[in-house]
C-alpha cells in the first residue's frame, strides 16, 4: 500500500535552519524526517535508543539527531547532530516543518456526500466528506460519519455510523463498526514545567484488506512512522492502538486491548480480552497472550504467555497453584 503523505511542507528546510551553531561548509538540504529504516538520501533521521543500534548502522539518512553515546552506532557516511534530548530537539523541528500536525484542527474542507462524485457508494444521512477523498466501489457509509480530506478507502468497505476517519488509508473489503476513531494524533509530548511540549504526529493510519474493526475503537496515526494493521486481522469492541504501533495479519484482538506506541506485532497473533503491551515491544509470530496480562518484555515466536509481568502460561499455572 503506497503512503499519502497527509501533511505537506511550505517551503525547503535546510539543516542550518535548525542548527545554526553547527560549522557547515554549505547549505544542506532536508528532503523530509524519516525513521532510521526508511529513511533516504537527503533525509533526517534521529536515534535516541540502544534498542534501534542495527537499524542505525544500516540507515541510508544522510543526517541523523542523537547523543554522544550513541554516535558511534552510526556510519561514518551520516552526518551527526549531538543533542542532550533527541525526542525535544525533534519536536521542536516538527513543529516548524509541519506547524498543523500537534493538534487536531477541524477539517474546513467537509462537504455532504454527494451521490454524484461517488455513484458506487450509498451514503447513510449527514456524512460529511473532506477534500480529495477517495471511496472505492460498492461502499457502505453510516449515518453522521466524517471523512476528513485526502483519506484513501478501498471497494467492498463498510463504514459504521459517527465513524471519524483522518490521515488513513484504508484496503478493499475493510468493515469498521460504529464509533471507531481513526487517524487522531497519538498521545506525545515533551513534559516541561511551565507548558508540555506536544510531539507532532505526521504519520497516517494504513488497514489492509479484509480487516475488521469493532466498535468503539482508537487508533492512532503515527508520529514520524506509521500506524499499520495487517490483512484479515480482526479487532474487537473497544481497542485502542497507538502511534507507530504495527500489528501483523491474520491477528485476533479481544475487547479493551491497548497497545502502547512503536510495539510491533506478528502475524497469527491472539491476544484476550483486556491485556496491555507496552511500547517499544516486539511479539513474535503465532503468539497467544492471556486476557488481562500485561506485556513488558519482548515474546519469541511461537509462545504462550499469560500474567502480569506476561510469563510462559506454564510458569503461570506453576506460579498460581502456589497461590
Known amino acids: 500500500m503506497k503512503t499519502i503523505f497527509f501533511f505537506k511542507k511550505n517551503k525547503t ?32 533521521t534521529f536515534f535516541d535508543s540502544i534498542k534501534y543500534k542495527d537499524e542505525a548502522k544500516n540507515t541510508k539518512a544522510s543526517y541523523c539527531i542523537t547523543t554522544k553515546k550513541l554516535e558511534k552506532f552510526l556510519s561514518n557516511s551520516v552526518k551527526t547532530i549531538i543533542v542532550k534530548n533527541v525526542l525535544f530537539e525533534l519536536a521542536k523541528i516538527l513543529k516548524k516543518i ?11 474542507s467537509l462537504k455532504t456526500g454527494s451521490k454524484i462524485r461517488y455513484k458506487n457508494v450509498k451514503f447513510g444521512n449527514n456524512v ?22 485526502d483519506v484513501v478507502i478501498g471497494n467492498d ?8 476517519l483522518k490521515n488513513t488509508m484504508i484496503g478493499n473489503n475493510v468493515v469498521i463498526q460504529d464509533s471507531c476513531k ?5 498521545f506525545g509530548f515533551i513534559p516541561l514545567k511551565e507548558k508540555n511540549f ?6 497516517c493510519v494504513k488497514i489492509d484488506d479484509y480487516v475488521e474493526i ?3 475503537c482508537t487508533i492512532d496515526r503515527g508520529s514520524v512512522d506509521d500506524t499499520e494493521i495487517g490483512k484479515n486481522t480482526y479487532l474487537d469492541n473497544q481497542v485502542h492502538i497507538a502511534h507507530n504501533v504495527k500489528i501483523g495479519s491474520n491477528c485476533m484482538i479481544a475487547g479493551q486491548v491497548g497497545f502502547a506506541g512503536s510495539s510491533t506485532i506478528g502475524n497469527y ?5 483486556q491485556a496491555g503491551i507496552s511500547g517499544h515491544l516486539k511479539i513474535g509470530n503465532n503468539v497467544k497472550i492471556g486476557g488481562g496480562s500485561g506485556v513488558v518484555k519482548d515474546i519469541d515466536d511461537n509462545q504462550v504467555v499469560m500474567g502480569y509481568p506476561a510469563v510462559p502460561f506454564k510458569e503461570f499455572i506453576k506460579n498460581w497453584k502456589k497461590t
Open 13 to 44: 528546510y535546510f539543516l542550518n535552519d535548525f542548527f545554526p551553531k553547527l560549522k557547515l561548509e554549505k547549505k544542506l538540504k532536508i528532503d523530509n524526517i524519516q525513521t532510521l529504516k526508511k529513511s533516504k538520501k537527503f533525509d533526517l
Open 98 to 108: 509541519y506547524p498543523t500536525a500537534d493538534i487536531d484542527y477541524p477539517d474546513f
Open 128 to 149: 460529511l466528506i473532506g477534500k480529495n477523498v477517495k471511496i472505492g466501489k460498492n461502499c457502505i457509509i453510516g449515518s453522521n460519519t466524517i471523512i476528513e480530506h
Open 157 to 164: 468497505c463498510v463504514i459504521g455510523s459517527q465513524v471519524i
Open 182 to 186: 481513526v487517524g487522531l494524533k497519538g
Open 198 to 203: 506536544k510531539f507532532p504526529h505526521i504519520g
Open 214 to 216: 469493532g466498535s468503539g
Open 269 to 273: 497473533v491472539s491476544i484476550g480480552g
